[in-house]
């Protein structure tokens, strides 16, 4: 089994990690790192995506990585998509649009924890995350039952909100000009590191972003400094890690 996720803050990290300890014999794959190394075709029985919910569905680059797909038509793909409270449910046909006739979902399901886009909302703090992801784990030990017994479950419905969507990637793309960094920067490159889209290079010791921003939040959630800000809005706003996740994992 191989799961490929994309995990900015290391919620959807989390989940596949829960999944790769209770079955084994499962190699993770992050999907960034994957789009870099052109690693298209798939020949496994069984591969899962993890991915946190942007704008109701994929984030852009598991949409990208998805539509370069090359799978087996009798492959047991599931998926999950991980959110801050919303639905995942239009993620899953738009997994089927873009797997098109090379295969389908055959299982899928939603974990909703506390949204941490730091753009337009507020983190929660530690205790908050920690109490809705252990809420959350027998879901996931249920699902994970599931995906062992190679149980089915149809998508059956279509993606709504298409419109809104591509609004969404193209509104974006310049949207990192209202990102600044401060005099607390230490120039440590890890805003650099995580961003999945090589959309920020190091000019004079310090970040600057090119205008291919994907909405992640990844650079202003790890700096361990908090010098990343979105204009003004973000300033006295808590930074998000998933508890059980370390830097290095994201990095």
Known sequence: MKIYYFSATGNSLYVAKKIKDAVGDCELISIP???ENCD????????????????????????????????????Y?????????????DSFPHINELLGTKGELSNYTTVKYISNYTRAGKNPT?????????????????????????????????????LYYNSWKKWFKNKDKAFNVNDDCIGCEMCKAICPVQDIEMV????VWLGKCTDCMGCINICPKKAINIGNRTLKKDRYRNPFIEVKELI
């Open 77 to 89: 793909i599931f998926a999950i998509g991980v959110t801050g409270g919303g639905g995942a449910k």
């Open 204 to 207: 004079d010791n310090k970040p």
């Open 33 to 35: 790192t994957a789009l």
């Open 40 to 75: 298209f075709n798939i020949d496994d029985d069984v591969i899962g995506f993890v991915y946190p919910i942007h704008c109701g569905s994929l984030p852009i680059v598991v949409e990208e990585y998805i539509s370069k797909l090359n799978v087996n038509n009798n492959t």
């Open 126 to 162: 530690k205790e908050r995350a920690l109490k809705a992801i252990k809420l959350y784990d027998p879901e996931i030990d249920t699902f994970i039952e599931s995906i062992t017994q190679r149980e089915i479950k149809k998508v059956d419905y279509r993606r709504g909100g298409k």
